[in-house]
């Protein structure tokens, strides 16, 4: 009877170790297989870092980049929007205001030379500005009584002196602006007077 138990037990014994030695292979199996899922996700966690560091390097780069052409857009439309030496800018346009005298005619071609014309006055700020007495670009040559600014508009702003325009001698025909009066006057056009110039300011925006 002890030899039968003892087979018995032996033979159970055998059957639990094969059981665990199939269970430990399993475990194992199924260690290694989570090990290489480990590894290949550790990989792929490497890359995308790899690729998120790349990414955040290249934003940077365009970003610094983007900078530098703002800075560069912004100089240059800052000197887009200044007038040259010698020029007052008011609004959006420059001035020259000449310091000797000539008539309409030859003072309106220096400012032609000088790629602008003389002044169209739309406004009392702007006409306040200038604080002389000077040509302006207004004129009735081409029709009696109808006064008109270089660039062949009319006058949607008017500030003639009290009285004026009155045709003295009938031959007045050029408009000045009037120290003082901050105000227009008639007078003939081949009179000598300082005159201004205005010319737009060349603004020219530089897309990024």
């Not at 702003?157 to 105000?183: F, H, I, M, Q, T």
Request: with cysteine; hydrophobic share 25%; net charge negative.
């Amino acid at each position: 009877m002890a030899a039968v138990q003892l087979q018995e037990d032996n033979t159970n014994l055998t059957k639990e170790k094969k059981k665990l030695q199939t269970s430990f292979s399993n475990l194992t199996e199924e260690r290694n297989q989570l090990q290489t899922s480990y590894n290949n996700l550790t990989e792929e966690r490497n890359q995308l870092q790899t690729s998120y560091n790349n990414l955040t390097e290249e934003r940077n780069q365009l970003q610094t980049s983007y900078n530098n052409l703002t800075e560069e857009r912004n100089q240059l439309q800052t000197k887009l929007t200044t007038c040259s030496n010698g020029w007052t800018k008011f609004s959006s346009s420059c001035y020259f205001i000449s310091s000797e005298s000539k008539n309409w005619d030859e003072s309106r071609q220096d400012c032609l030379r000088r790629g602008a014309d003389l002044v169209i006055i739309n406004s009392r700020e702007e006409q306040v500005r200038h604080g002389d007495t000077l040509w302006i670009g207004l004129s009735d040559r081409v029709r009696e009584g109808e006064w008109r600014w270089v660039d062949g508009s009319g006058l949607n702003y008017r500030s003639w002196a009290k009285g004026e325009p009155n045709d003295a001698g009938g031959r007045e025909d050029c408009g000045e602006l009037v120290k003082g009066l901050d105000a227009w006057n008639d007078l003939p056009c081949s009179d000598g007077r300082p005159w201004i110039c205005e010319k737009k300011t060349p603004v020219h925006p530089v897309g990024i």
